[in-house]
């Protein structure tokens, strides 16, 4: 089934609710009006009623179905300032509280937070900053995880058969071992949202031992805890690309691992490689990048590409809607 019709029937009929905390973007309108009329979804847009409901109807959009909450003028505005005081621990006044919710993405969070929403999608005119650091500082990270990452779908073929995750391509500049080994545990719990059973390769530019530095290190100390504290992962590293993807390459350099010649969750060792590996899949390979998707916080945040069309909204959104079916 192609993947974005599985997730689809996941999340039909649940009556999820999602965030655009920019409503006023012509990517979100198109991506949000299809999410409604298609009934996946219920799209929140937060500011002026007046003014959205507006624009809804210049656009040729029914607002019947859309949720808008206006900061300025909110019945639960004074809740949701105690609330967030309370959750910022007594780093921020309730005076500086109320200015933060003004803005959108704060508001946002806030309502996803507080369960008035299932998820929040932003990004499209906002910065990765903008997005990450209210869902870091009111949502937080899910028990146990100490870091959020991000995670790229990469999608190749007739109905979507070729499907991998590629993660950190988008938070962590140059993760220390325990913090891949979350990125590695939060990218496997991805694949198995895309009904994809991981299998986990810690990338390195050495396979076993063939190559020495700190880095190498860092890849096989990280795999190592993923292996202690989740033995059910199939995980191994650290492991060169050619290594974790090539069966006939596997045999001849990592010959005992499970993973080598069969992975379909590759980590990467810092940022850099990640970002730049994925751009390379889409780009000369034709695989479609579908993400950052947010991962290891206790509700679903997902952050847009500046650069994003109407389409990855759409994909986006629905895959937020079925993180928070988890």
Same mark, same amino acid.
């Given at each position: 089934?192609?993947?974005?019709?599985? =997730?689809?029937?996941?999340?039909?009929?649940?009556?999820?609710?999602?965030?655009?905390?920019?409503?006023?973007?012509?990517?979100? =309108?198109?991506? +949000?009006?299809?999410?409604?009329?298609?009934? *996946?979804?219920?799209?929140?847009?937060?500011? %002026?009623?007046?003014?959205?409901?507006?624009?809804?109807?210049?656009?040729?959009?029914?607002?019947?179905?859309?949720?808008?909450?206006?900061?300025?003028?909110?019945?639960?505005?004074?809740?949701?300032?105690?609330?967030?005081?309370?959750?910022?621990?007594?780093?921020?006044?309730?005076?500086?509280?109320?200015?933060?919710?003004?803005?959108?993405?704060?508001?946002?969070?806030?309502?996803?937070?507080?369960?008035?929403?299932?998820?929040?999608?932003?990004?499209?005119?906002?910065?990765? +900053?903008?997005?990450?650091?209210?869902?870091?500082?009111?949502?937080?990270?899910?028990?146990?995880?100490?870091?959020?990452?991000?995670?790229?779908?990469?999608?190749?073929?007739?109905?979507?058969?070729?499907?991998?995750?590629?993660?950190?391509? +988008?938070?962590?500049?140059?993760?220390?071992?325990?913090? *891949?080994?979350?990125?590695?545990?939060?990218?496997?719990?991805?694949?198995? *949202?895309?009904?994809?059973?991981?299998?986990?390769?810690?990338?390195?530019?050495?396979?076993?031992?063939?190559?020495?530095?700190?880095?190498?290190?860092?890849?096989?100390?990280?795999?190592?805890?993923?292996?202690?504290?989740?033995?059910?992962?199939?995980?191994?590293?650290?492991?060169?690309?050619?290594?974790?993807?090539?069966?006939?390459?596997?045999?001849?350099?990592?010959?005992?691992?499970?993973?080598?010649?069969?992975?379909?969750?590759?980590?990467?060792?810092?940022?850099?490689?990640?970002?730049?590996?994925?751009?390379?899949?889409?780009?000369?390979?034709?695989?479609?990048?579908?993400?950052?998707?947010?991962?290891?916080? %206790? +509700?679903?945040?997902?952050?847009?590409?500046?650069?994003? %069309?109407?389409?990855?909204?759409?994909?986006?959104?629905?895959?937020?809607?079925?993180?928070?079916?988890?």
């Amino acid at each position: 089934m192609e993947l974005f019709e599985s =997730l689809k029937q996941k999340i039909s009929g649940k009556g999820l609710k999602i965030v655009f905390p920019e409503g006023t973007d012509a990517r979100i =309108l198109g991506a +949000a009006n299809r999410l409604n009329a298609d009934g *996946l979804i219920t799209p929140v847009f937060i500011g %002026n009623v007046k003014e959205v409901t507006e624009t809804l109807i210049s656009r040729g959009i029914n607002p019947e179905g859309f949720e808008i909450y206006d900061p300025e003028n909110c019945g639960r505005f004074e809740t949701m300032t105690e609330t967030f005081v309370e959750r910022r621990k007594g780093k921020v006044t309730e005076e500086q509280a109320k200015e933060l919710l003004k803005d959108p993405n704060y508001f946002g969070t806030m309502l996803v937070y507080m369960k008035i929403a299932d998820g929040m999608v932003s990004g499209a005119i906002h910065s990765t +900053a903008d997005t990450v650091r209210p869902a870091l500082q009111i949502i937080k990270t899910k028990p146990g995880v100490k870091s959020v990452s991000g995670a790229f779908i990469m999608v190749r073929g007739r109905d979507d058969n070729e499907k991998y995750i590629f993660g950190d391509c +988008a938070i962590n500049i140059k993760p220390d071992a325990p913090t *891949l080994a979350d990125i590695a545990v939060a990218s496997a719990e991805t694949a198995a *949202l895309f009904d994809i059973d991981p299998k986990v390769a810690m990338l390195s530019f050495s396979t076993k031992g063939s190559g020495k530095s700190e880095d190498v290190d860092n890849v096989v100390e990280a795999t190592k805890l993923v292996k202690e504290d989740y033995p059910e992962i199939e995980i191994d590293g650290e492991l060169q690309f050619d290594a974790a993807f090539v069966p006939a390459v596997a045999r001849q350099k990592a010959p005992d691992s499970t993973v080598a010649g069969r992975a379909n969750v590759f980590i990467f060792p810092d940022i850099q490689s990640g970002n730049i590996g994925y751009k390379i899949a889409q780009r000369l390979g034709n695989f479609e990048a579908i993400g950052p998707i947010l991962q290891g916080l %206790n +509700a679903p945040v997902s952050d847009l590409s500046r650069g994003s %069309n109407e389409e990855d909204v759409y994909k986006l959104a629905i895959i937020t809607a079925a993180q928070a079916l988890k």
